[in-house]
Nanobody
């Protein structure tokens, strides 16, 4: 059972930056694809960014929702069992609870549906003021 714990959320002004972290309990963390999702009040949970599992030839390809492309960056540190989401040029519409998610063994392709992931963290609140 993989346990995920997010941190780094908070209140920031529009145009500012935050870095979210998600620490995983799993020793074989590198074999998991990771995703970041967000959910605003009254809205569906939506995909933000994903990174595939790492291999000897790739640290894991990344992909993003159009709404965050060029502003957010997902990365992973397999030695620390942690995935990050660097968020720059934040906008009020980025306000939401942000969740990280894990899926075992995805080295290729994209996984942008919540049902694609079997493990979830508890979420961290991000609020962007205008």
């Amino acid at each position: 059972q993989v346990q995920l714990v997010e941190s780094g959320g908070g209140l920031v002004q529009a145009g500012g930056s935050l870095r979210l972290s998600c620490a995983a309990s799993e020793r074989t963390f590198s074999t998991y694809a990771m995703g970041w999702f967000r959910q605003a009040p009254g809205k569906e949970r939506e995909f933000v960014a994903g990174i595939n599992a790492a291999s000897t030839w790739s640290s894991g390809s990344t992909y993003y929702a159009d709404s965050v492309k060029g502003r957010f960056t997902i990365s992973r540190d397999n030695a620390k069992n942690t995935v990050y989401l660097q968020m720059n040029s934040l906008k009020p519409e980025d306000s939401a609870v942000y969740y990280c998610a894990a899926r075992w063994g995805s080295y290729y392709g994209t996984r942008s549906a919540p049902d694609d992931y079997g493990y979830w963290g508890q979420g961290t609140q991000v609020t962007v003021s205008s």
